[in-house]
């Protein structure tokens, strides 16, 4: 099992990124070995459909779970259709969010927590 968590850095021990479908990179996790990649997010400075392109490469490295700060309506629903929980209001370290989910302390969100275009925002 993988999960992914957005990241402002190539690293676990990076910031995890509040934007989904605009964060910097995408670590994709083994939580049971911490064994990890890291996918820059090539859809970051797109003009429109982040959200989407970006739920549909995560959901092709057949990920269960994605922990990230907020998600918009469109890859809410690009994740969803995948099967993918969605975990939000995650901040800090990547590797402490992982660390988290092990303990079950995440639940997965039932709709999108931001409004469309969010991440052209900056994010906060």
Do not use: W
């Amino acid at each position: 099992m993988k999960i992914c968590i957005t990241s402002q850095g190539n690293n676990l021990e990076s910031e995890v990124d509040p934007r989904f479908g605009r964060c910097s990179y995408f670590i994709i996790v083994d939580p049971e070995t911490l064994e990890f990649e890291t996918v820059s997010n090539i859809n970051a400075q797109a003009g429109g459909g982040a959200g989407i392109q970006s739920g549909q490469l995560v959901s092709e490295q057949g990920i269960k779970a994605v922990l990230t700060g907020n998600v918009g309506p469109n890859a809410f629903q690009t994740l969803k259709a995948s099967k993918v929980d969605i975990i939000t209001g995650v901040t800090g370290k990547v590797i402490d969010a992982i660390t988290k989910y092990i303990k079950g302390d995440f639940n997965p969100i039932s709709s999108a927590t931001v409004e469309s275009h969010f991440g052209m925002k900056g994010g906060t």
